[in-house]
């Protein structure tokens, strides 16, 4: 049986930014995920994984130097070293207790994903120690990717070895901009200086894909500095740039700022000018060679530069996901650790799995989340879900579809639906037309 959509009614001009989650990274939303359902969602890990399933491993590393007005992230500028390898070992501790599951099947991680936070904050001493523990307990060595985000500020020559060593094959460096003002006053840690240094290290070490990423519409951003970022980005020819759209969501510093002082309306870009501004950056990377690979993502080499994180989870991947706060999907369901630092480890400690919250996936909502999720990459295969799910998604979501045909942005050409550039800079926003009512108009977190 299948949830009736409503018939979604057409989007009115979205302006100014407001307050709220705009990205949409998962489904269903977060804020529908609870306690109560965390005694059945644990059952799925003594279920052996479906046939061809890959299997990921992220790694949340919370630490950083400061917290940037915009994070939402769960993350902690405020721990000692001590604390740091303590968090450490419990990452190591958390890992073998899944070990005999019957969810991992004798399955090895097609990909890893360390990320934050800043997981370049660690020493490179506590990177190698944290990195073979991990290996003994669930080796990678043939992951076809191993993604590292990083801060800028935070390497050195000795450090990007290290990653390398430890087999890191996609670094990510969090640029963002390269204003020193606009990096200010948005809370980075991070300087203009620093990122030409580091990216030329990054280059000597051998890293086989560099990414670079982007935020259009930071609080002070002018039309002028972001052409300069566009273009300095293209000048550093990296393998893969990702763009993301500025937004404000409650648990943020912008927000608290805002609520203090009666704003209705974040002081950043609206979002007319932020999809202009990702459409202008994304044209001059295309006339430089680049492909445009999903809403927020431009790759030099499509054949070389793959994001097997973001391809494989959005097709139904299993995630095991370690550290504080951190998500996993397993098996069809969702499940999330402790969100609090002193939580999460002291369950660690007494040899509990840290799961807080839940959420059993039906089949239609698995089939919802793994379609909206890859309509963020532009294209969707009607064919791929007739052989996963046995659904056409062309009947299934015949009214969301005809209302995004009827406005332009959507296009049907033989298997694929496709949307147009217009209708890919704002997908988030549309991506709500393909829940079930009950989960519309809510709070995404």
């Given at each position: 049986m299948t949830t009736e959509l409503a018939r979604p009614l057409p989007l009115a001009p979205q302006k100014e930014t407001t307050p709220g989650n705009y990205f949409v990274s998962n489904y269903p939303p977060f804020s529908f995920w609870t306690p109560e359902q965390v005694p059945k969602a644990l059952e799925v890990l003594d279920c052996s994984p479906q046939p061809e399933t890959p299997l990921g491993l992220y790694v949340h590393i919370p630490f950083c130097r400061k917290r940037c007005h915009f994070c939402y992230f769960k993350v902690y500028t405020d721990k000692n070293a001590a604390e740091i390898q303590d968090y450490n070992s419990d990452l190591v501790r958390e890992l073998e207790m899944y070990t005999g599951k019957a969810f991992l099947g004798g399955r090895r991680p097609l990909f890893v994903y360390f990320g934050g936070g800043t997981p370049s904050y660690l020493s490179a001493r506590q990177l190698l120690a944290l990195a073979?523990?991990?290996?003994?307990?669930?080796?990678?060595?043939?992951?076809e990717e191993v993604t590292f985000e990083c801060e800028p500020g935070t390497l050195n020559e000795s450090k990007l070895e290290t990653l390398r060593e430890i087999g890191v094959t996609r670094l990510s460096l969090g640029v963002e901009n390269f204003s020193d003002h606009i990096l200010e006053i948005n809370g980075r840690a991070h300087r203009s200086p620093e990122i030409q240094r580091v990216y030329e290290f990054a280059r000597s070490v051998g890293f086989p894909r560099i990414n670079i990423d982007l935020i259009a519409g930071m609080v002070e951003e002018t039309e002028e500095n972001w052409r300069s970022c566009v273009e300095k980005t293209l000048a550093m020819s990296p393998d893969s740039v990702t763009i993301y759209q500025m937004e404000i969501p409650y648990n943020t510093t912008i927000y608290q700022r805002m609520k203090a002082e009666g704003r209705l309306v974040a002081p950043v870009a609206d979002w007319?000018?932020?999809?202009?501004?990702?459409?202008?950056?994304?044209?001059?990377?295309?006339?430089?060679?680049?492909?445009?690979?999903?809403?927020?993502?431009?790759?030099?080499?499509?054949?070389?530069?793959?994001?097997?994180?973001?391809?494989?989870?959005?097709?139904?991947?299993?995630?095991?996901?370690?550290?504080?706060?951190?998500?996993?999907?397993?098996?069809?369901?969702?499940?999330?650790?402790?969100?609090?630092?002193?939580?999460?480890?002291?369950?660690?400690?007494?040899?509990?799995?840290?799961?807080?919250?839940?959420?059993?996936?039906t089949e239609d909502e698995r089939l919802i989340r793994e379609t909206i999720l890859q309509f963020?990459?532009?294209?969707?295969?009607?064919?791929?879900?007739?052989?996963k799910f046995g659904v056409d998604i062309r009947e299934r979501f015949e009214q969301p579809l005809a209302s995004l045909r009827e406005e332009g942005i959507l296009r049907v050409e033989g298997d694929d639906l496709n949307l147009t550039r217009a209708g890919l800079l704002q997908v988030d926003r549309l991506l709500e037309r393909f829940f079930p009512s009950a989960h519309r108009s809510a709070r995404y977190t």
């Open positions: 073979e523990e991990l290996k003994r307990v669930l080796p990678w060595d043939h992951a007319e000018t932020k999809r202009r501004w990702v459409s202008e950056a994304f044209a001059a990377l295309e006339a430089a060679g680049y492909a445009i690979g999903s809403a927020y993502t431009a790759v030099k080499d499509p054949t070389r530069a793959r994001f097997l994180y973001r391809d494989h989870l959005w097709r139904g991947a299993d995630l095991l996901s370690l550290g504080v706060a951190s998500f996993s999907h397993i098996n069809g369901v969702h499940l999330q650790n402790e969100k609090d630092f002193e939580v999460y480890t002291s369950r660690i400690e007494r040899g509990e799995m840290p799961i807080h919250r839940g959420y059993v996936l963020k990459l532009g294209k969707v295969s009607v064919g791929y879900f007739q052989d």
